[in-house]
């Protein structure tokens, strides 16, 4: 099913962004877990609309409630369900576009699969908002890691051309992914910021939006993680990433830039460290080859769409004119998508490795 991810540490999705609440159903939580609920507070901030200037003026808290699996601070063991109700809703912002379907949105694709029944206010469940709840099983998982010494990390890595440098593995220390989380805009280099914020500006001035890269690193795995073909570590992590709303790319590694090097500048020289590790020199191959962990960092780059929303003039059609038709999309968008999507790509990613990890342990590993 669409709303499920997820074979141990299983995700059911639900809710629209203007009905009445959104949540998610986690199943495959350890009993007896502690949770450290201003963490994921602290996590659902982080992605919550309406927090800063280069966000949506949505002004929402993402106040979730638990409603089961969790007792006296620890979970249960049993299904551990969560909602959390939608208060700042302005459905009238999206009366046109059930007529005037939005270019760059899921409202024509949407009105096909469902046949005209979607929600079509404030995009339903295709709005970015479902990925709150993303980020709160996200934030379990993260601390489920965290116990194992598994670290998640992320920064922008673009936004149209201004760029930020690559990760490298002594970036993900707990300061640092400490610092990056109290960043609305977290990147490595800060002299990129005054420059991103300048963008992101002056393009919502124009009426229009941007795009750009997320980077991500996972430190702390162990090599043997993950399975050959149609359960690789770079398909689950593949197909939880493209279900994060406006991915339009993903690459692990080197990623497409290995196709430019031979094989001896592609293939990662290995050694041992000083305290014994089997590593390698290089990382090319973003830290899994035949699907599974090789003890080196998982690093990859989601490329994330410029908001189709956009006040901008475009041309669409008119489904009851049956004519071609201009819109300017109305209402209270991102005028660029990558700082909010960060938390919401780490929570992402979190729930794949716990849920590959936790798969290993089922067979004895
Ligand atoms: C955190 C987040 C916020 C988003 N905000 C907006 C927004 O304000 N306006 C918009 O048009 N799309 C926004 N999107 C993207 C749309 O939800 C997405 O483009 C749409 O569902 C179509 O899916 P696709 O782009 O993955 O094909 C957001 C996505 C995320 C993850
Ligand atoms: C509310 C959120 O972001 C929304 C994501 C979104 C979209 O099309 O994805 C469109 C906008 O919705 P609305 O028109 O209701 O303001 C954003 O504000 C959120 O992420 O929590």
Do not use: C
């Not at 502690?34 to 200037?53: D, H, T, V, Y």
């Not at 459905?91 to 760059?104: A, I, N, Q, V």
């Not at 010494?149 to 673009?158: E, F, R, Y």
């Not at 962990?293 to 489904?319: C, D, H, R, W």
């Amino acid at each position: 099913m669409a709303a499920n991810f997820g074979k141990n540490y299983k995700i059911s999705i639900f809710g629209e962004s203007h009905g009445s609440a959104l949540g998610v159903n986690i199943d495959g939580i350890p009993a007896g877990t502690e949770l450290n609920l201003e963490f994921i507070s602290q996590e659902m901030r982080r992605r919550a609309p309406g927090r800063s200037k280069l966000t949506t003026p949505r002004v929402e808290k993402d106040e979730f409630e638990i409603l089961s699996g969790f007792f006296d601070g620890k979970t249960t063991g049993t299904p551990l369900a969560m909602i959390i109700r939608n208060s700042n809703q302005r459905s009238k912002d999206y009366s046109e576009l059930k007529r005037k379907p939005r270019p760059g949105h899921a409202d024509w694709s949407g009105f096909n699969r469902y046949n005209g029944f979607n929600d079509i206010r404030g995009s339903g469940h295709f709005s970015g908002r479902i990925t709150a709840s993303l980020v709160f099983a996200g934030a379990i998982a993260k601390q489920i890691l965290k116990e194992q010494g598994i670290l998640i990390a992320a920064h922008i890595k673009s936004v149209k051309d201004i760029e930020d440098r690559d990760f490298v593995e002594s970036d993900i220390t707990e300061e640092n992914i400490n610092k990056l989380r109290n960043m609305t805009l977290p990147v490595l280099n800060e002299e990129i910021v005054e420059k991103i914020e300048k963008a992101v500006e002056k393009t919502r001035e124009e009426k229009n939006s941007l795009g750009g890269i997320v980077e991500l690193m996972v430190t702390g795995l162990t090599a043997g993680i993950g399975d050959p073909y149609f359960e690789s570590m770079e398909s689950e992590l593949s197909r939880m990433i493209f279900s994060v709303p406006a991915t339009k790319g993903i690459e692990f590694g080197a990623g497409f830039g290995i196709t430019e090097m031979t094989g001896y500048e592609a293939n990662d020289e290995m050694f041992y460290d000083e305290k014994g590790n089997i590593k390698s020199f290089t990382n090319n191959n973003g830290g899994i080859i035949g699907g599974i962990t090789t003890g080196m960092p998982i690093s990859f780059k989601v490329a994330i769409k410029p908001t189709a929303s956009i006040e901008k003039a475009q041309k669409t059609v008119n489904l009851e004119t049956k004519q071609n038709d201009i819109l300017e999309v109305r209402g209270r968008h991102d005028p660029i998508i990558v700082p909010r999507v960060v938390p919401v790509l780490e929570a992402a990613t979190a729930i794949v490795i716990l849920d590959r990890i936790l798969e290993g342990k089922k067979r004895g590993l």
